[in-house]
């Protein structure tokens, strides 16, 4: 008998030591990811075979003590490797881990090999060849800390890649995980299953070929441990032999249902060519189908649901899966009454969203994300419960969600009747409910501001999560529709940072004119919602004027100036980016000529050096900016006198300065500005547009101009 290490996921260590005892194995002893057993070679090789949950085998041929390369050097050399393997047998090293002296797993590999094969030569035999593409068998080395494993992998490619799976659909599912998900679930081989989020078929075909009695190696063509001097190929053929015929049995006498669902059609195609390659494709029926819409197949008895569904780390957006997940619970409450459902996810908000009672739990991970697996039995509903009875379907978030209907009420009519795309229906109105949501077109953003230090973060969480969802009920806005973004209380502009690199955008209307936003890659979208009675207010001023735009990010405001008659528009900003974006939208209305200028540069140095006159200056500078590209840093409070001297300057006798910004408390300096031979008109509550009214500090606007006597 040899001694063996069985490797295995973090978590799966107790279910694998049940699944060695299934096969033989004697006192097998859970150690971190993995087991540790004795076993002779006709048990090894069963174990190989038919394990569903290890990933590997090692013989362990050594355990030892190594501080330095020298440990590892004489420990490997100790090991009789000529009475392992054959010198014409080709090998690698797969070394694993570093201490504070092997800092580097390749110079380790590299101390292994050299033991190797100095044992060889030491023994006047041909030297081993290296190969690390095909080798005949691999060395298997641990280091953790200062204690080491040395053995052979009896396996080769990992035991998970059973060979059924060469193409997969997205964030596929390793096969030793799936098993744990399905031994976990609830499920027996006499019960019928569905897997509604199919993807490649991963889940099913695992309980397929468990319900078959069909070995999870059975189509694998080659194994390690047939380059041991110790292989018994006789022993072997007769193992395999024994799996084949039982697996044939196995599909024929099979008579549960299995189906499979998922909403991509190319997936599906490849769930059941994976299922054919694996032998079960005869137990499985495989369908289009969508997840939130799911029933229950007639010929499906009181079986088990299992799932996978996405859960943001790699498929789908927030919104959309708290949609995906809401719509499935209450299609599994409505149509799978009786029976069981396993959903596994990294997401506790998201699972939250079923609003179903878990009966049991258990904590994996997938690789190194940490999921949840939870089972819930499947009440059956009476007869007259047709699933919309506050009960059965409890409001969400009531107060948020009455709060939304009634904004939303007001604010559509008002909208349609002023020719609006865009508008905002809700801005923290509630303290626990801390987001704003905006509406543009048939799309919803939700901004998150940061909680409060004294909101734990899974509470944070799960508001936001109620949130959507009461959102996209309320709004009945498609879920892929809805952009989730996270900010902290706006300071300054300084919210134009890149978030992506989506480039979607499209065309709205806002009081007759037309403006290009981008709600995906930018934490802004290219239109300040608060401004819109201000550039209706330019568009109404600017007939036959000379018009000046700074700090004009995507020169919304030119555009309605432009729109009104301007003689000609002057757009500044120091982002290229945002004056491309102002050229745009000049040309979605039609707006192009050379009376139009776009100049990419730093605004206040622009201003210090301009001596050009304006009729009508529109001027919505940051609260506060330290760009690295400005010369000197800016706070609107302190240095509002001196930007109103320099505009002075390019004012025209009889010209008209709008001012804004949105600094809270902000206080205009009058008296200085009288100085300046200015006075000043505050029209912040005349620019506050309906859907911004609960929010009197959302900015400050005021129309500056020269003093009557010094006109």
Not at 9 to 30: R, V, W
Not at 562 to 575: E, L, N, P
Not at 635 to 653: E, F, G, N, P, T
Request: aromatic share 8%; glycine share 6%.
């Amino acid at each position: 008998m040899h001694h063996y290490l069985a490797v295995t996921s973090n978590g799966l260590e107790n279910l694998l030591a049940d699944e060695l005892k299934q096969l033989g194995i004697d006192n097998p002893k859970p150690v971190q990811a993995g087991v540790k057993f004795k076993a002779t070679n006709e048990q090894i090789y069963r174990c190989c075979l038919w394990s569903r949950l290890a990933s590997r085998f090692v013989r362990v041929l050594s355990e030892f003590n190594c501080q330095d390369d020298m440990d590892l050097y004489l420990s490997a050399s100790a090991i009789n490797w000529v009475n392992q393997f054959h010198s014409s047998k080709k090998f690698v090293v797969d070394f694993n881990g570093t201490n504070r002296e092997i800092r580097n797993s390749q110079y380790g590999a590299m101390k292994v090999k050299d033991a190797v094969v100095d044992a060889f030569n030491k023994r006047n035999l041909p030297r081993p060849t290296i190969d690390k593409d095909q080798p005949d068998l691999r060395i298997h080395v641990r280091l953790h800390r200062d204690q080491a494993l040395l053995g052979i992998d009896m396996v080769g490619v990992g035991l998970h890649q059973r060979g059924y799976r060469p193409a997969s659909g997205k964030a596929p599912l390793r096969e030793t995980l799936a098993v744990a998900i399905i031994l976990r679930s609830g499920w027996e081989a006499s019960k019928d299953l569905l897997d509604p989020m199919c993807g490649s078929g991963t889940l099913l075909i695992e309980a397929a070929m468990i319900a078959a009695n069909m070995a999870p190696g059975v189509n694998r063509k080659y194994w390690c441990f047939e380059a041991l001097e110790d292989f018994d190929r006789e022993l072997w053929t007769q193992i395999k032999s024994e799996a084949n015929v039982q697996a044939r049995r196995g599909v024929k006498k099979y008579d549960a249902k299995m189906f499979g669902f998922d909403n991509d059609e190319q997936v599906i195609k490849i769930a059941r060519e994976n299922a054919k390659r694996a032998g079960v494709d005869s137990l499985i029926e495989f369908h289009v189908g969508d997840a939130a819409k799911l029933t229950k197949p007639q010929e499906f008895r009181q079986g088990v649901v299992v799932c996978n569904p996405p859960y943001g780390e790699r498929l789908g957006t927030h919104p959309g899966l708290i949609a995906l997940y809401t719509a499935f619970g209450e299609q599994l409450k409505q149509h799978f009454g009786g029976c069981q459902a396993s959903i596994f996810s990294s997401s506790d908000e998201l699972l939250s969203c079923l609003r179903m009672r878990a009966e049991k739990q258990f904590k994996l991970n997938n690789g190194a994300l940490p999921c949840h697996q939870k089972n819930y039995s499947i009440s059956e509903r009476k007869a007259n419960d047709d699933g919309n009875n506050s009960q059965s379907s409890p409001i969400i978030a009531p107060d948020f969600t009455n709060r939304l209907k009634k904004n939303l009420t007001k604010l559509r009519k008002w909208a349609r009747k002023e020719q609006l795309d865009c508008y905002r229906i809700y801005d923290a109105d509630l303290p626990e409910y801390n987001v704003a949501i905006d509406v543009y077109l048939d799309h919803l953003v939700i901004q998150e501001y940061s909680a409060p230090k004294n909101i734990p973060e899974e509470t944070a969480k799960r508001r936001l999560t109620d949130i959507i969802r009461a959102a996209i009920n309320v709004t009945e806005a498609d879920a892929n529709n809805v952009i989730l973004k996270v900010r902290e209380r706006q300071k300054g502009r300084s919210q134009y940072q890149k978030l992506a690199q989506q480039s979607q955008t499209f065309d709205v209307n806002e009081y007759g004119v037309k403006l290009r936003v981008n709600l995906f890659d930018y934490l802004d979208t290219g239109l300040f919602l608060d401004h819109k009675l201000t550039r209706k207010m330019l568009g109404e001023m600017s007939s036959g004027k000379d018009f000046l735009n700074l700090f004009a990010y995507t020169g919304s405001a030119t555009v309605h100036a432009a729109k009104g008659g301007a003689r000609s528009t002057t757009t500044v900003d120091m982002s290229k980016t945002y004056l491309d974006w102002a050229k745009d939208n000049m040309k979605l209305n039609g707006l192009v000529g050379r009376q139009h200028q776009f100049i990419q540069a730093d605004c206040l140095q622009w201003l210090e050096k301009s001596n050009e006159q304006y009729d009508l200056i529109f001027i919505d500078p940051p609260t506060f900016s330290n760009s690295k590209r400005m010369e000197q840093s800016f706070d609107i409070q302190r240095d509002h006198v001196q930007l109103m001297r320099h505009l002075k300057r390019l004012l025209r006798a009889e010209g008209t300065i709008v001012f804004s910004n949105n600094k809270r408390h902000f206080k205009m300096d009058e008296s200085a500005l009288s100085e300046l031979g200015l006075k000043a008109k505050n029209i912040s509550s005349q620019t506050l547009p309906l859907d911004f009214s609960r929010n009197k500090h959302i900015h400050n606007c005021w129309i500056v101009t020269h003093r009557d006597d010094e006109q």
